[in-house]
């Protein structure tokens, strides 16, 4: 800027003038409320039992960056195409878009990003250094999977051990093909062997393999789940035509196709009983429910309980198996005794108790019994300490000996979903990188997420949420070939579209556009920089931050630490 | 679909450091109108919040010049400045009359009425506050229906309706009118933007929130500004020669309860008497809604364009005759 010197009175100009720039007063010192940057969890990702980072897998399909997102949820979870399409999505639950217009379907986009990578043959690195230590793990369900593969990714040689001929476990017997295609899962069972797991299969510990033989490990993780059926406890179980849910499954998984009856009764209200129901009904049978609770207790997923409906499974609610009598060895009658519901149990659910007198009798001959799985932990060579039925394990999952882990439904795994077991894999592996005498690179994340009231919603416009493409059991070719279809490319986008992005800055710019003290700018890296000498903490940044990610502190205040994982 | 995201102009001619309180609308309506405008722009501000804001002798934080005039001549000098720089042969610097309400819709209407009937080139920008804010909150006619200020307390609240000065100013058949919110700033900027390249009188009536006047927390300065314009308290318009009207976003119309409820001002208000100011408001709005063109949907916020330059003033055209430019030149030597 010019400057003047006047050396008369008469050089002066008629009117005052001012040259200078009020960028010499420091108007920060009028604050008493400071603006900051702060990135915060979205409840979707603090939800996620895996602890998949969601906002941030999301910003990369809106980018079309479909191999990088795939590898952001490959940090947590190996099996995206399992839970895309098995996981009963407890994220879309807290979505902060389910009270605006509908919770975005993030598992549709978890499914969307896995399948565009069937193809991808690129992995991704491991993260850690090689090191010596080698880990067994027993059995290859989810949670043996999923610390398998943290672990190799943290450098550990992991051994996987099997007791069936093929790996999977529950995901492979269990859950039938048309929720869960076979290929989906070699082929990411396939992703995490190429990352140098190995599994040997035909390998029954405590039965060909030796138990003495994982002493050579460093660590054992017992994996084994949950794969035997509870009995019913009622006189006649053992008449042909009786199977157990898990049996059934398990051989119509194996493509032994198992004989029953046109009349079918499934009696249970878990997944297994639904997935019983669902498939006994592809093979063009009459197939009823029989749950001695009611409809609001059933432990199924609700979309899964609504399908089977949709599909022609009856239901019977408040029924409980008596007996089952049978004609020449074979079942061909269940007795029943009507149910109602009296004080709440443990479970905080009512207990159901027997109508005196209301005993009747249904005809069948086919009945399944789904009343609950329990761990074989037959093999366990010495006495581990047990919670019922289960392996008893700390948060950390170490057993009562040194050494050796335990997670998923062997242990206690909360609700014996797919999902928790691979959170129980996860966590067990970091436990076990701590156990072998590094230090884990967790942060003790908070487990504040941004709340919907913090989401500024004029910035999102109002659009629905997509509609899954399904296709009904009696339009599909085959009788087991997937209900859900893939998300097309342009209806993942606009859903990707319609996520808010919590608590993460996407550099949209209205806290500049907004700042009446022109005291927020962008430095070379594209990062806002406040300049707190001039910034006089009105808070309209914080207030119209479309995502939560800033926060106003009191002036003074220690600027907190990051909050995201 | 996806986020709502502003593109605005990215240079900064507003500088930090002035003496705007937190969260002040005036202040935002600046640096818009100067992102608008760019640094060939001399500023006339009469006296209102603004000739404090500025900043004291020697500092100046509007980074063009400002030219600081008495109350009730921001028109007239405005007029003043245009002719000097038409007489220095600079027709490329836009003249930007920068007033509150007090000096528009009050004081300063007799000079703003001359301007726009002899439709001198200028852009007349009226930040409005809804008060005389700067010599602490006294009511001016543009304080709504019912609110507070110090000279209209909360027991005899304002009982007049807000002056329209809108109409008044369509009724001089200025060739560019519009109505523009700090919560919308791209709208603002492509009004300001579409006002430079029009000859003649421009007018801009902004909706500028007061914090500490309306008596609300400053962070919601920009939520208020927007309810003000979904509630149909403040529609946002065009209006071409003073009778094509043009709406520029359909409200959603949200009850103006909802406006009402988050400012201190109209804390007093009991349910009928909000009643009131919500017949008030639709009673307006339709009698503005009528003279809209129907295809407002053509007419997205910030979208509207102005065809050409299209002179419906007689006395534009009569000035524009090849005797009337000679006489004006041979006055000019």
Known sequence: MTKYNFSTVEEMPPLAFSLESTRMIPTGSWRHVRPVYRDKNSPCHITCPAGEKIPAYFELVRQKKYAEAWYKILEDNPLPGVTGRVCYHPCEAQCNRAGYDGAVAIHNIERYVADKNLQNKKLPAAVESPKSEKVAVIGSGPAGLSCAYQLSRMGYRAIIYESDHEPGGMLRYGIPDYRLPKKILDKEIKDIETLGVEIRTDSRIGGNVAWNELERYDAVFVAVGAGHSREMETPGEDLKGVYSGIHFLRELNAGNVPKVGRNVLVVGGGNTAIDAARSALRLGKRVTVLYRRTRADMPAVPGEIEEAEKEGVHFEFLVAPVGLSGDKGKVSEIELVKMKLGDPDESGRKRPVPVKGSNFSLKADTIISAVGEEPDLSFLPYSFLKKGIRLLVDDDYTTGVPGIFAGGDAATNPNGTVVNAIRAGKEAAISIHEFLGWRSRSNGASHNAVTPEEVNTFYFPHGNRVKVPTQTIQKSKSAFSEVNRTLTEEQALTEAERCFTCGTCLHCDVCMTFCPDVAISKDESGEYVIDYDHCKGCGICVEECPRGAMELIPEGAREPAEEVD | ?333
């Open chain 2, 1 to 333: 679909m996806g986020q709502i995201k502003y593109q605005l102009p990215p240079e900064e001619v507003l500088a930090p450091g002035h003496f705007a309180c937190p969260g002040c609308g005036a202040t935002l309506t600046m640096r818009y109108a100067l992102k608008a405008l760019g640094r060939k722009t001399v500023v006339v501000i009469p006296a209102c919040c603004w000739s404090v804001i500025d900043g004291p002798v020697p500092y100046s934080a509007a980074g063009v010049p400002v030219f600081h005039t008495a109350f009730e001549t921001a028109a007239s000098t405005a007029c003043g400045v245009k002719a000097g720089l038409d007489a220095q042969g600079d027709h490329e610097t836009t003249v930007l009359a920068f007033a509150g309400d007090g000096g528009t819709f009050d004081i300063g209407l007799q000079a703003l009425s001359g301007a726009a009937e002899r439709n001198e080139d200028f852009i007349y920008i009226c930040y409005d506050n809804e008060a005389y804010m700067n010599t602490g909150i006294q009511r001016s006619s543009a304080t709504p229906l019912g609110a507070w200020t110090t000279t209209t307390p909360t027991e005899s609240p304002k009982a007049e309706k807000k002056k329209n000065i809108v109409e008044i100013l369509a009724a001089h058949r200025i060739p560019y009118l519009a109505t523009a919110s700090v919560a919308y700033p791209d709208d603002m900027i492509s009004k300001i933007r579409k006002a430079k390249d029009i000859r003649g009188f421009k007018f801009i009536h902004v909706f500028s929130p007061c914090p500490p006047g309306w008596k609300f927390e400053p962070e919601d300065s920009i939520k208020i500004s927007r309810m003000a314009i979904e509630s149909k308290v403040f529609p946002l318009i065009e209006i071409f020669h003073g009778t094509d009207y043009k709406l520029s976003k359909e409200p959603e119309g949200v009850p103006v309860r909802d406006y009402i409820k988050i400012q201190g001002r109209f804390r007093h208000l009991d349910e009928e008497r909000i009643g009131i100011i919500q017949e008030n408001v639709d009673e307006e709005w339709e009698r503005l809604y009528s003279k809209c063109v129907p295809t407002t949907q053509a007419h997205h916020a910030g979208s509207g364009e102005f065809q050409g330059e299209r002179r419906s003033s007689a006395a534009l055209s009569i000035r524009e005759t090849d005797s009337a430019k000679k006489k004006v030149q041979s006055a000019r030597r």
